[in-house]
């Protein structure tokens, strides 16, 4: 990959240049109704190439990758950029003498994608469905992504990863239960706890009623927390909050959230982060919120030039810290009166500028009295200011991986 971007950049005759070569294999099976229903094993490849001088630039892509398309691929792009306005907001390559981190994400026996792990998971996951009256749906993937990036001012580097989901929903009629596993190796995903897990919470869940009141006390398992704090990274851009368009505007340095919520990226942790952007700009460890109090924004070159501020791009990983070590269950333990969720779904913004969102639990609701689960809880619609949310946390337990977010099961005091 390193050779072929060079042959790219040595044909590139304008001065400004950043080549970026992406490889992705995706090995996947999917299954429904307690039948696979896909199976497919895809490979693509893609350059990406910028070009641009004295304030004019363009971009173009394309999956030929061969010598011979290179040139003419080069001088397309330069032509379209010649002829291009000028952008105000135009930016050279990164300064040569980037040093990027190592990071050690990718597992040989994940990114040979063997077929039959995948068979053998969602067998399992239907066997156990089947046998226990319930339908079973989900996804299984195995991932290989290489990228690397090379610049005009002399920068270049490289990356290989490989990543695992299982993704599984079992349902009887109303009640159902989900559950989505993430590892950068497979093995490290534990198929069999998985699924018998997910069964019994469905048996769990049978028979729901109505929600017996709002506003108190609530467990969120790790899950639940997760899928809020994607809305939270989104309030980070810098510009966006200069601009007066987010949450975040004005709060540099200034208390957002309660004590308890630290945020911050670690790019050799359980979720691994990518070494560099599509830029040729470096990653690096950052905390987010600390203790409640907003530290860093995302800011790209552009907006740091124009503030004078450093750049900061995102690693890819997002940790929410845990207080203690603590499971869902000794959370529970610790409510007198309240709910226990697991995972929230359709979320939608209601006001972008106080982090307000509304959705819908999904897979699990259950009323808890004297630190007992007593019964199962329809689904509900909620809405939520997310900062005024998390202020509100008591305690915060171990943290688990989701996908890209690593998120620790969290009790929630009810608004006073």
Known sequence: MTAFLERVLEQASLPDAVAVLEERRRATSRFGQNRVTQSSDTFTRNLVLSVGSEGRKASASTHRIDPDAAGAFVRATEEAALSAPVDPEYMPPVEDGQVYPLIES???????????????????????????????????????????????????????STGAVFRLTMDRGVPSSYRSMAATAWREIDVPGTVEGVRAEVLDAADPRDLPERGTDMVLEPQAVADLVPYIVYMLQAREADEGLTAFSGKLDQKVTGDLITMYSDLHGPVPGRPFDDEGLPAQDITWIENGVLRTHLCNRFWARKTGRPPVSSPGCFYLGGSEEASSADLVKRLDRGLLIRRFWYIRFIDQKELSLTGMTRDGVFWVEDGKVRFPVRDFRWNEHVLDLFARTAFLGTPERKDSVMAPPALIRGRS
């Open 106 to 160: 990718y597992d040989e026996e994940t990114a040979a994608a063997p077929a039959s792990l995948r068979s053998d998971a969602a067998s399992a996951a239907i066997s156990a469905a089947e046998s226990s009256g319930m339908e079973a749906a989900g996804l299984i993937e195995m991932r290989t992504d290489r990228s690397c990036v090379a610049t005009s001012t002399g920068n270049m580097a490289f990356h290989e």
